[in-house]
């Protein structure tokens, strides 16, 4: 028993210094995180660590105001890489091997120096050999959605004081299973002390899913024919843009470590770059248990490969991309949300309704809504962050942006900030005493109400109700949200001219079989989802 008592101490002693180790080294290169440079493949909580510096003092609602409403759009947690990037890094694990086994002889006829190849590359096993799913919301990314309940119940305490109810407090999700996943760990997080089950007194809550080809709200990616057809046109265009920074640094590490890197090799690298840091800094003590010392190997090597300037510019290509596809470069990318903002403008007015009218029941408090980057992105545009308030008035008359700023010009849209996993926004309306001194009866009604809006948390101003922490509601409506919609889904995303075509009753037939055998099998689907044929959603 003694024996094994100082084992035990030996063990925790050692753990002690190699986590004082690991925090040294934190130490000395903390001018440069490589995790902060993962665009949307970050860590909430690293997210966070980014985000913090440029956090405003927030202006909380004056003492008299109350929070009668919270509409939340979040972003699924952290996830394992899916079945098609699984594939991938099986493929890189192939190439590395061949490259390292056939290292070329220079001109001079001197094999290549041995000392310039980094070791691990000759014996690299992707992490996820053999696995045939993916896609899966991780551990990590269940914590990040409870912690995220925990924090929102005690951010708005008196809005989550009254029996759960799913029409007081309606949770919805997309029905790929990250997302609802998703919403049970935030539920159990926003309600854990409330119910009866088990130690930590959890409760059973719903959780409401639409069908994939009809949710226009938390999927209007997918069902949006417009933004396919862009999407496909827009993508070998991206990928042009992106082919000066993968030739440049494909060159320079084939010049740094003597092996002939392809641009292909530098793009697969530097995803499994992004997952390294992602998934084995996550669970840095069990990893140190299992693996020792070889902990830091492991998480110092895909990164290693690259310098400071190349992580800037390959982070600065993902960003881009998102920039283009997902984000501001083309209406198309947040019009179609406009669903989306109208469920949420309308959730608002129902509030104030059911409070003007002082009905005797209890109004919903609440929509939670889980779904994906495609879904937080184009919301946060239709919201205006990100912009200063000259940029934003393009966005309400649809001219073009410029594209983000290439390193090392510094830039706003960053997708490590925009959508990271858990990322998410939230919009609070507070209900306030109306001012005597107003002479008028709508600046004592309406006048009452105020929407914050929260992104990842952290308030922030809005450009289009003039860069201010608390937003008149009737502004809000009138200057944020109205103009978006003067459009609708249907004209848009050509909705009416598909549900029309001509299509003879074979056809309707075989259309309405492969929907249902869409609905029976979707495990074989959800992995391998391409919009348009191309790349899965995140």
Known sequence: MGCCHRYVILHRVLLFLSLCSIATLTITTDAFDVRH??????????????????????????????????????????????????????????????????????????????????????????????????????????????????????????????????????????????????????????????????????????????????????????????????????????????????????????????????????????FLCKQASLHLSSHLIYFWFMQEASLLDITDQACALFNQTEVLLLEWTDDLEIFILKGYGKSINYRMGVPLLRDVLQSMEKAIFARESQSTGTFEKAQLRFAHAETVVPFTCLLGLFLERSEFEKIQSEQPFQLPPKPPLERSWRGSIVAPFAGNNMLALYHCPADKSKSSASEKHNGSYFVQVFHNEIPVKLPGCGDVDLCPFEVFKERVVSPHLRHNFESICNVKSVATNSCSSPCKLLNAASNIYRWIFPAEQKDEARIGGHKGEL
């Open 37 to 270: 440079h993962l665009s949307t493949v970050t860590r909430y909580d690293v997210s966070k660590e980014i985000s913090a510096g440029d956090a405003h003092i927030s202006i909380d609602p004056p003492n008299k105001c109350s929070v009668i409403h919270l509409n939340l759009v979040a972003r699924h947690g952290t996830r394992a890489p899916t079945k098609k990037r699984i594939r991938e890094l099986d493929r890189l694990a192939i190439r590395l091997n061949s490259l390292v086994s056939h290292v070329k002889v220079e001109a001079h006829g001197i094999i290549t120096s041995p000392e310039k190849i980094p070791a691990w590359l000759s014996s690299w096993q992707s992490p996820w050999k053999g696995r045939d799913k993916g896609g899966e919301l991780i551990t990590l990314g269940e914590e990040e959605l409870y912690l995220l309940g925990n924090r929102i119940r005690e951010r708005f305490p008196e809005l989550f004081n009254v029996e759960y109810h799913p029409d007081i407090f309606p949770i919805k999700a997309t029905q790929i299973p990250r997302a609802s996943a998703s919403a049970v760990a935030f539920g159990l997080g926003l309600f854990s002390g409330k119910g009866s089950l088990g130690h930590g007194r959890h409760r059973a809550f719903s959780v409401v899913t639409e069908s994939r080809a009809s949710d226009i709200w938390l999927r209007f990616y997918d069902t949006c024919q417009t933004y396919k057809d862009y999407r496909i046109s827009q993508e070998p265009a991206v990928e042009k843009l992106k082919e000066p920074i993968l030739t440049e640094v494909s060159s320079a590490l084939s010049s740094r470590y003597s092996l002939n890197f392809t641009m292909s090799d530098v793009a697969s690298l530097w």
